[in-house]
Each structure stands twice: as structure tokens, then as C-alpha cells.
């Protein structure tokens, strides 16, 4: 048999291809597991679930829709002043909530950027809608009869202008 020699370069540069090759590897199988693409895995390795603890008022509409995310996984969906409960998990990127009343579960791809949080529908494994939400101290939903008196107003300011 011959008498191999290699020199400590050589040695270096094959140690440092097994470590790289180990962890191209592992990155390859955590994206596999959380089912997102890979620049998907290094964003979400630097935005964490902490970040979404917290009170969420709709941009779009305030006063109609907003969400409040608790430590413990579960949460509070409102629609006006109607509350829904459900738990959430977060997998990387993806917030899934379940309504466990109606095993009911939606998935969004999620952002936290400063104070907004942005919730992007996905279904059928595409994103299609994009929610963003302001963090709030205090929600400030609108009533049935605020509804109601912000539609006259509208109606009442869009008739006046139009005389």
C-alpha cells in the first residue's frame, strides 16, 4: 500500500468541506421540515414568535379587525366587537391559526417589522392576501352603531357634495 502523506493545507481544506457540506446539508433538511424556501429560513431565523405577542390593529380597517396573540399560543381574532379564540403555532415564517371550536385553520406567512405586522393568506400553498396590522396598546373596535353612524356620515358628506 502507498504511503500517503498530506499536508496540514490539505487537511484543513477537507476538514473545512466535511463542515461545510454538513451544514449545507442540515439547512437543506430544515427547509425540507418547515416547508419554506431558504432565504424563507434565514429571514425567519431573525424575526422570532416574541415579536408577534401582542395587540394588532388593522391598517385597512381599524376599528374592524384586529388580533391579540398571547404567550401561552392561543389568541383572539375580532371582527368588530365580535371575539374569536383559537391557538396558534408558529413553523419559520408561517403563523397557522386554528379555530378549535370549528377545526378550522388558516395559514399565513408572517412579517414583524418594527410595530406593523404583515399577515399574507396563503391557500393552495400561494400567498394571496396581504394584511398589515399597527401594534396598539389598547384596541379600539367600533360597534355595530358606530358602523352604522360612520355609513350615514359618508353617505350624508358624499350627498352633500354632490349638490
Do not use: R
Not at 461545510?20 to 421540515?33: D, K, P
Not at 395559514?107 to 401594534?135: A, C, N, Q, R
Amino acid at each position: 500500500m502507498a504511503n500517503v502523506k498530506l499536508s496540514k493545507s490539505k487537511i484543513a481544506i477537507i476538514i473545512v468541506a466535511a463542515v461545510l457540506f454538513i451544514l449545507l446539508a442540515a439547512g437543506g433538511i430544515y427547509c425540507v421540515a418547515t416547508e419554506q424556501s431558504p432565504a424563507s429560513a434565514v429571514t425567519s431565523m431573525f424575526s422570532n414568535e416574541e415579536k408577534l405577542i401582542g395587540k394588532w390593529q388593522s391598517q385597512k380597517a381599524p376599528g374592524m379587525s384586529a388580533y391579540v396573540f398571547y404567550d401561552d399560543g392561543t389568541y383572539d381574532s375580532y371582527l368588530s366587537t365580535v371575539n374569536f379564540t383559537g391557538e396558534y403555532t408558529v413553523k419559520g415564517n408561517k403563523l397557522t391559526l386554528t379555530n378549535p371550536k370549528t377545526s378550522g385553520e388558516v395559514v399565513y406567512k408572517y412579517k414583524v417589522k418594527g410595530k406593523v405586522l404583515t399577515l399574507t393568506l396563503i391557500e393552495d400553498g400561494k400567498e394571496t392576501d396581504e394584511h398589515k396590522f399597527d401594534s396598539v396598546k389598547e384596541l379600539k373596535m367600533k360597534t355595530l352603531a358606530d358602523l352604522i353612524g360612520d355609513a350615514v356620515s359618508d353617505n350624508n358628506t358624499t350627498t352633500q357634495k354632490a349638490e
